[in-house]
């Protein structure tokens, strides 16, 4: 009986007997179906299918005529001549000693990936799994897992600490192995920066690492210190971070230091600044910008526009509604005037997207401006292609979405952006901050050392819109004035019964797939519902799962793929769920003829699938940019009929339909909620209990994450300028902002002595030192 079957089989060979376990499901086109689970690989053992193995183009060199030939002439003991003695197909015409000795190379290598996969198999790891590890390693697969299994979390794609860990145990790694203690450090630090956190205190490390091993807090610390004498991690100030956090947060606060505090300095500008943007005409040519644009700039808009043009660093920050969009407009023709080339960005394709189609300009992800290229040699870095050696060539870069910029993305960003040039950035401080690590944004505008614009006042375009009043209500912590009774209204308000369980799955249904669209006039497929939770029946699998079902179900003419937790067919909205710098990318013409190309798809970034075949799944992106994914690749993907509000920073969509139903406590505060709302562009409908809503409106609670941006700030600034100023590590003062800062700040500092730019090495080298004098106790002075 001929049997189809499916699953992640990344090894196997023609003619090669496959033992599998799984078990039976019926496909909607193809039928009946084995989805295998787990497999083991075997050589065939009968002439026929030997000849089959050897000739189906597995062994470069051998086609089906030669393998019936070397079958008929080594008989039963074929594969075990390839093994011991290749040099023996001399014997066989047509063959020399040199292709003999390739053939038994190759044969080998196909013997060693059989050892390595059935190792790793019976060490409980998937054939995935197994396979991107043996790519890694290759012939020291299994040295490598005996003497340190940990070294898989660092080097592959897909094993974490735990996995790692389950692999050591069954070796036999002790407990308190000084490998498993000093990866489990770092593990606890990543699981902070994917939380948020750049750092953790030493006690707050020390405990989750005993929380997590249940070893000797002694054990731990020396742990700890081993790591740090090794370059793995960097303590400051008692601060533990992951070595490439340090550096950038360094990184990124030298830079703008240097950025703010070199702006007008004669050896760091390429030409002198023009009158107009330098004060004396300013008055005068910002109102022949207003003319030409058509409108009317408010007084601390005027403001805004004048800092940033007579800055080096400036943040613009403010709510929905407050005019930063025509603020960018009028920097942009200000500088456009006088011949500066001005660059624009933003941390998301649908947010760069935005920002072309409001400004009429070319907007570019902040990583397409800097020309990422693939993952650096730590594996946790990206490198890009502008950086200090090789910066953009710009006289203005501005950034929008700075909420959504981590601490990362902003040292390389700072790295490009060359001396003499005006970085402008704006973005809601309110807003959830970034998904990576850090608090960017919030820590540079309470650091109180860069210039500041605050935006408060709503223009009259939005002062009848109920999503940008509602948003500002709630930043307030005020309950939102619902429009329940307004047929032109643009938030609403639909309550349900948390006990009713499917029912409400239905009724958002409903919403998302009939009656938002003949209301707003929408797409269904471009309606997003949003959920604080991923979980539950109001979560997102769940939701993603239902909406698929509704707006693109099954159908014998879609080709579709098991991928984790979901059913993936041609048509789903879907999202990219991690930082993959590897993935290649194209842009098609409308003859399918590649104009464009490059690499990286980003966390977040969300597509429609094109094509299910044999390739892999074709997905188009944000910028049209198509991305080919192959199996393990795959399961970086999610549905994205709905995600978590988190997920939807720095994407706006025409409706959004805010699901609350069963919202767990600690994600009830007032930021979630604000960021929800202001992702709508033309209609917002909360789903949920009214209860929730006030509970979230009047808790304004932060995430709680580590970040030491602030404190590395006033350090660098003490370092380039002499300047000194006092702040506590754990709460800086706040910022001033724009409206009451000193007009001479900049210029009543000391003139700085000679100071020589350092490299990133001199950084690293610096940070070490640091770290090796933590401790070190001068000895009392006797006298």
């Known amino acids: ?218 054990e731990l610390e020396n742990a700890v210190d081993q790591a740090e004498a090794g370059g793995v991690l960097i303590e400051k100030d008692g601060c533990v971070y992951l070595k490439h956090l340090a550096l950038a947060e360094r990184m990124a606060a030298r830079r703008l230091v240097e950025l703010d505090q070199f702006f007008s300095g004669p050896d760091h500008r390429a030409k002198e600044e023009p009158a107009s943007l330098s004060g004396s005409h300013f008055k005068k040519d910002l109102e022949q910008s207003q003319q030409r644009l058509g409108l009317t700039l408010s007084d601390e808009q005027r403001s805004a526009v004048e800092m940033a043009l007579t800055s080096g660093v400036s943040i613009i920050t403010g709510g929905p509604g407050t005019g930063k969009t025509t603020i960018i407009k009028v920097l942009l023709d200000l500088l456009e005037q006088e011949g500066r080339k001005c660059l624009l960005a933003a941390p998301t394709g649908k947010a760069a997207k935005r920002m072309e189609e409001t400004t009429g300009r070319e907007a570019r992800t902040i990583h397409r401006l800097l020309g990422a290229s693939g993952a650096g040699e730590d594996g946790q870095t990206l490198e890009f292609q502008q950086d200090q050696d090789h910066p953009l060539e710009a006289d203005a870069v501005i950034v929008d979405e700075m909420s959504m910029v981590d601490i990362s993305l902003m040292a390389s960003l700072t790295e490009a952006v060359p001396d003499g040039c005006r970085l402008i950035m704006l973005g809601d401080k309110d807003q959830l901050p970034s998904v990576g690590p850090g608090s960017v944004l919030k820590d540079m505008v309470d650091c109180d050392l860069l210039p500041v614009a605050k935006l408060t006042r709503i223009y009259r375009q939005d002062l009848d819109s109920g999503i940008t009043a509602n948003a500002h209500r709630i930043n307030r912590g005020e309950a939102p004035v619902l429009e329940n009774s307004r047929a032109d209204g643009d938030f609403y308000f639909i309550p349900i019964d948390p006990a009713a369980g499917l029912k409400n799955q239905l009724t958002l249904t409903d919403l998302v ?55 993936f067919r041609v048509g789903d909205k879907v999202m990219q769920t991690r930082n993959n710098y590897e993935l290649e990318w194209n842009v098609r013409n409308k003859y399918s003829l590649v104009i464009g190309s490059g690499k990286g798809v980003y966390n977040g970034d969300c597509g429609r699938i094109l094509r299910i075949d044999h390739e892999g799944v074709l997905v188009r992106f944000d910028q049209d940019h198509d991305v080919l994914y192959d199996l393990p690749s795959l399961r970086q993907l999610t549905l994205a009929y709905a995600m978590t509000i988190h997920k939807s920073q720095g994407s706006e969509s025409p409706v959004v339909v805010i699901a609350l139903c069963g919202v767990s406590p600690v994600l ?100 070490q030192e640091e770290t090796d004098m933590d401790g070190f106790e001068e000895e009392e002075d006797p006298i």
């Open 668 to 767: 009830r505060y007032r930021s979630i909620l604000y960021t929800a709302i202001t992702r709508a562009r033309k209609c917002a409908v909360i789903v949920g209990e009214w209860q929730t809503v006030l509970q979230m409106t009047a808790n304004n609670r932060q995430e709680t994450r580590y970040s030491g941006l602030c404190r590395a700030l006033i350090d660098q600034w003490k370092l380039v300028s002499g300047q000194q100023n006092n702040c506590s590590q754990s709460n800086c003062t706040p910022g001033r902002g724009l409206e009451d800062k000193e007009p001479d700040l900049m210029s009543s500092l000391p003139a700085p002595g000679p100071y020589k730019r350092p490299s990133i090495d001199q950084i690293a080298r610096d940070m």
């Open 513 to 567: 797939r009939s009656r938002l669209p003949r209301f707003t006039h929408a797409k269904s497929m471009d309606i997003q519902v949003l959920t604080p939770q991923k979980k539950g029946d109001m979560g997102v699998i769940a939701l993603n799962k239902v909406l698929q079902q509704a707006l693109n179900p099954p159908s014998k003419t879609k080709e579709e793929i098991e991928s984790g937790q979901y059913v």
């Open 1 to 218: 009986e001929l049997l189809i079957i499916t699953g992640n089989m990344p090894d196997v060979e023609v003619g090669e007997h496959l033992d599998c376990k799984g078990g039976f499901q019926e496909h909607p086109r193809y039928g009946r179906q084995f989805q295998v689970k787990s497999y083991e690989r075997s050589l065939p053992n009968d002439k026929e299918t030997m000849e089959r193995y050897l000739g189906s183009g597995m062994i470069v060199g051998i086609g089906p005529k030669l393998a019936s030939r070397i079958v008929e002439t080594f008989g039963d003991d074929t594969f075990t001549i390839l093994e011991t003695q290749p040099e023996r197909l001399e014997e066989i015409k047509g063959i020399s000693l040199k292709k003999a000795c390739d053939i038994g190379e190759q044969f080998a290598q196909k013997a060693e990936s059989r050892t390595v996969m059935i190792y790793l198999t019976k060490l409980g790891l998937t054939p995935g799994m197994a396979m991107n590890i043996y790519k890694t390693f290759g012939a020291k697969t299994i040295s490598t897992v005996e003497a340190n299994p940990y070294l898989l979390a660092e080097k592959v794609s897909g094993i974490g600490f735990k996995k790692a860990d389950e692999i050591a145990r069954m070796a036999g790694l002790a407990e308190d192995a000084p490998a498993r203690l000093k990866a489990a450090a770092s593990y606890v630090l990543t699981d902070a920066s994917m939380n948020g956190s750049t750092y953790l205190p030493r006690p707050d490390l020390l405990q989750r690492m005993f929380d997590l091993l249940q070893v000797d807090y002694q």
